[in-house]
């Protein structure tokens, strides 16, 4: 039995060293240690043996076995190593390659132009909101006094998601005005931008979805000179000094008096043609409206708990898509939402 646990790790040793692979490495764990493996065959045998002899043979048996754990271990750690160097040679990297640019993107030149708007109101004190873009009619039209039958509500403006027509896109930031009222009370200062939608044909200076802006404040003696201070201080900040407004009188349900305010176009100069045609960035006008507003009317007020003897406040609704065509000198609002990299990389 001497000889036999010797001869086994003789062998056992050899065949370790010759291992070149993790997995032959195994297979000779498993035929020598293993529960049928050959030292364990001659453990089996050690009932035959002397009492005498037991213990000696025992000792033996389990020092064999150590080694050979041993040495497993050792060839396990090197073949490891090797493997290492083997896969470190094989993907070396030459640092000395020139490598691939990675371009850099950047803001969207309409969000450019809605953060700039955004931080002139912040230093103003207004606090910015958002809302959801699918809205009830009720706020969309009749809690801003726009009454069934307007034509305002009819199908073939509005997106609707249902047959009774209670659900929609909104098609303004507007409904904003009352989900702020009815959560705040005066003195309020806000600003909600955000999607609208409207099914208009797409041209120069429409499209079926666009943003808007919304403001509105309201607290004690505000007035009309407070809106067009507001609004022209605005206009100087984003277009400088030198940009030429206009207000004209309008008409809006949920404001009274109510206004509307054009910019001059920035292709055509106010002229309205180009080399003798019709400009096209404001189909002739020499104008280009870029927003709605008013002194909130009483009933909005009222409807939302706010008492229209002792409140006041204005409201505007912004076109980001004009306003950032003016700021950056876009003769086409369609060109906003292409998506073309020729386009977006000259901002
Ligand atoms: N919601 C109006 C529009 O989309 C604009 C507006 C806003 C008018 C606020 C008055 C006050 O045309």
New binding site residues.
């Given amino acids: 039995m001497r000889e036999q646990l010797e001869l086994i790790k003789q062998n056992a040793l050899a065949a370790l060293d010759a291992a070149q692979t993790p997995a032959a490495l195994e297979e000779l764990r498993v035929k020598l240690l293993g529960k049928k493996g050959e030292l364990t065959a001659v453990l089996k045998m050690m009932g035959k043996l002397s009492p005498e002899e037991r213990p000696v043979m025992g000792q033996m048996a389990n020092a064999v076995r150590s080694e050979i754990e041993a040495k497993l271990e050792q060839c396990k750690a090197s073949i490891g190593a090797r493997a290492l160097e083997a896969k470190l040679a094989s993907e070396a990297i030459d640092v000395t390659i020139p490598g691939d640019t990675v371009e850099l993107g950047h803001q969207h030149p309409m969000n450019m132009v809605l953060q700039e708007i955004k931080d002139i109101f912040v230093g103003m004190g207004y606090t910015v909101v958002d809302g959801p873009e699918v809205e009830l009619a009720d706020y969309n039209f009749t809690r801003l006094n726009i009454e069934q039958g307007h034509p305002a509500r009819d199908r073939s403006d509005t997106f609707y998601f249902d047959d009774q027509d209670s659900v929609l896109l909104r098609t303004?930031?507007?409904p904003m005005q009352i989900r702020f009222m009815e959560e705040h009370k005066p003195p309020l200062c806000m600003l909600a931008p955000g999607r609208v939608f409207r099914k208009d044909e797409a041209d120069a200076t429409h499209s079926p979805m666009f943003h808007?802006i919304?403001g509105l404040v309201v607290a004690e003696n505000i007035t009309m000179g407070d809106l067009k201070g507001a609004l022209i201080t605005i206009m100087n900040k984003i277009y400088g000094h030198d940009a030429q407004v206009r207000f004209r009188p309008h008409h809006?349900p949920?404001?009274e008096p109510?206004c509307e305010m054009d910019m001059q176009c920035h292709k055509c100069h106010g002229t309205g043609e180009i080399d003798g045609n019709v400009c096209s960035t404001c189909h002739g006008e020499g104008w280009i409206e870029l927003?709605?507003?008013?002194m909130v009317h009483p009933d909005v007020l009222r409807s939302c708990g706010i008492d229209p003897e002792k409140y006041s406040g204005f409201?505007?609704?912004i076109g980001l898509e004009r306003t950032a065509m003016g700021r950056l000198k876009i003769t086409d609002l369609r060109l906003i939402f292409d998506n073309d990299v020729r386009f977006l990389s000259q901002f």
């Fill in positions: 303004q930031t507007s808007q919304e809006f949920f404001t109510s927003l709605g507003a008013g409201a505007f609704g």
